[in-house]
């Protein structure tokens, strides 16, 4: 069970000799842990990994997820350091959902440090020059460090709804009884690469697969399912009801599959039916999918999983639709829906939109007309607007989310939708990553804030201090 206490770490004072810093990067989390390093290439690796380890890496690829051992080792570890990736990569999405501090980006951690070498990872040091990534520090030996607790009995309402994020209805459930608003994001992603991971579309055409290898691996996992596309629908139908019911009477977002073409191909099967992109991340994801006769298949088992859990009475799951570049593939979207039994104002179903294109910005009044809800997305959003790769750690020093350029396409977005009469929040890292936002934000009347269920506690006090100095009026207090 989740208790109302607001954690701060700092290293202890220490001796006239400084403490050794290994190799810096880019810090993910608010924390520091100890533990010996684990050096591994690959995910042929993982399973060597053992509680306490310092996991330590080049690069987390997308088939990780999809291994057998990745639960199991990765619920182990202490802490997550790499060579690349920036602080939106693979590496930085799992260290949220662990709750780990991590480094990304140290260039040389796989050179300089070595397996069993004891370590400690810090992620609270002060940003460079006020403007680039907070630096994390990864110090030789095992340094002594302070945790603050401060129990909050009574924590501050506000206008402003928070959320969190969830990757599994196993988190789901450990995280019902903290004091949040309900579920700003729910990653199908983590719930297809861990608990289905098999390609939808491997499943739909079971029966002609090509690799027979691949259809020995699928028959095992689904030999309960003689109607194998069964096993996806059901898979997704029992985290969709239980991730509903842990957060009963509270909104539940789902956002819709957002694997792009390199992450399905290591699914289960998934070769056999994706392209080699050059650039996956602008390339056939989210929406464009959803209507493609190659794909909009696999699209309606999700479809069927959502109607299938709010039939039975868990209305409060409210669908979000990935990178919808035009109002034109919003419509196309709304129809596939329709067409599995999902139609907009019955039985109380909302459609929530991702704003994370420059034109979700600039046509925010025609996407108004088919879309209930807006999220934005800053890392994508901001990736767009400013032309960087966000997972390039050679230009991350450029990435952010404060940039004026950014900061007026946020402002435009908010601004139009709240015309419109329609919802709009925010589910990237800004908030977390760049505090001094969440004024600018409530300021500009944004209805919610989507968090990492480890900076909830400490974004909900910077929102009701940023809602009092504003003048907003508070109730008195919130409770779990």
């Known amino acids: 069970m989740y208790s109302n206490v607001l954690r701060s770490y700092k290293l202890s004072e220490h001796s006239s000799v400084s403490p050794k810093v290994l190799v810096s990067g880019l810090a993910v989390g608010q924390a520091i842990a100890y533990g010996r390093v684990r050096v591994i290439s690959g995910v042929d690796e993982l399973h060597t990994l053992e509680k306490g380890d310092v996991l330590v890496t080049s690069k987390m690829e997308p088939d990780w997820r999809t291994s057998p051992d990745w639960k199991t080792s990765m619920g182990r570890i202490a802490a997550i350091v790499t060579d690349r990736g920036g602080r939106t990569s693979h590496a930085a999405?799992?260290?949220?959902?662990?709750?780990?501090?991590?480094?990304?980006?140290?260039?040389?951690?796989?050179?300089?440090?070595?397996?069993?070498?004891?370590?400690?990872?810090?992620?609270?040091?002060?940003?460079?020059?006020?403007?680039?990534?907070?630096?994390?520090?990864?110090?030789?030996?095992?340094?002594?460090?302070?945790?603050?607790?401060?129990?909050?009995?009574?924590?501050?309402?506000?206008?402003?709804?928070?959320?969190?994020?969830?990757?599994?209805?196993?988190?789901?459930?450990?995280?019902?009884?903290?004091?949040?608003?309900?579920?700003?994001?729910?990653?199908?992603?983590?719930?297809?690469?861990?608990?289905?991971?098999?390609?939808?579309?491997?499943?739909?055409?079971?029966?002609?697969?090509?690799?027979?290898?691949?259809?020995?691996?699928?028959?095992?996992?689904?030999?309960?399912?003689?109607?194998?596309?069964?096993?996806?629908?059901?898979?997704?139908?029992?985290?969709?009801?239980?991730?509903?019911?842990?957060?009963?009477?509270?909104?539940?977002?789902?956002?819709?599959?957002?694997?792009?073409?390199?992450?399905?191909?290591?699914?289960?099967?998934?070769?056999?039916?994706?392209?080699?992109?050059?650039?996956?991340?602008?390339?056939?994801?989210?929406?464009?999918?959803?209507?493609?006769?190659?794909?909009?298949?696999a699209y309606h088992l999700e479809c069927q999983a959502i109607k299938r859990v709010r039939g039975e009475g868990w209305t409060n799951i409210i669908p979000l639709i990935p990178f919808c570049r035009t109002p034109e593939e919003g419509y196309k979207v709304i129809a596939e829906m329709e067409s599995q039994g999902l139609k907009r104002g019955e039985n109380d179903l909302e459609v929530y939109i991702m704003c994370e294109t420059p034109l979700n910005v600039l046509l925010a009044d025609e996407f108004c007309q088919i879309f209930d809800g807006f999220s934005i997305g800053s890392n994508d959003l901001t990736q767009l607007i400013m032309g960087i790769d966000r997972d390039s750690e050679r230009i991350a020093h450029l990435f952010d989310e404060r940039n004026r350029g950014v900061k007026q396409m946020i402002k435009s977005a908010i601004t139009t939708v709240k015309q419109f009469n329609r919802k709009i929040g925010i589910c990237g890292q800004a908030p977390t990553d760049y505090p001094e936002l969440i004024p600018f934000l409530v300021n500009l009347g944004i209805d919610s804030i989507t968090v990492s269920p480890d900076s909830l506690i400490t974004t909900l006090q910077q929102v009701a201090k940023a809602e009092a100095d504003l003048g907003f009026p508070l109730p008195s207090s919130r409770t779990p």
Not at 116 to 143: A, F, N, P, R
Not at 174 to 197: H, T
């Open 93 to 297: 999405i799992t260290a949220r959902e662990l709750r780990l501090p991590a480094v990304m980006a140290c260039k040389t951690a796989t050179q300089v440090l070595h397996t069993g070498q004891e370590v400690t990872i810090s992620c609270v040091e002060e940003e460079k020059d006020g403007k680039t990534t907070k630096e994390g520090k990864v110090y030789e030996g095992s340094l002594k460090f302070d945790i603050e607790e401060v129990q909050l009995d009574h924590l501050p309402q506000t206008r402003t709804q928070i959320y969190i994020t969830v990757g599994s209805a196993e988190e789901a459930q450990s995280l019902s009884s903290l004091p949040c608003d309900g579920i700003g994001v729910v990653r199908l992603e983590f719930i297809i690469a861990n608990d289905v991971q098999i390609h939808p579309l491997a499943l739909v055409h079971f029966d002609t697969l090509q690799d027979q290898v691949v259809a020995g691996k699928i028959a095992e996992l689904t030999a309960e399912y003689e109607y194998k596309p069964e096993y996806f629908v059901d898979k997704l139908s029992h985290s969709f009801r239980t991730i509903a019911q842990a957060f009963a009477n509270k909104p539940v977002v789902v956002r819709m599959s957002d694997f792009k073409s390199n992450e399905y191909a290591h699914l289960i099967g998934g070769k056999e039916f994706e392209p080699d992109e050059e650039n996956p991340t602008i390339g056939w994801r989210g929406a464009s999918r959803y209507y493609d006769d190659h794909y909009k298949q």
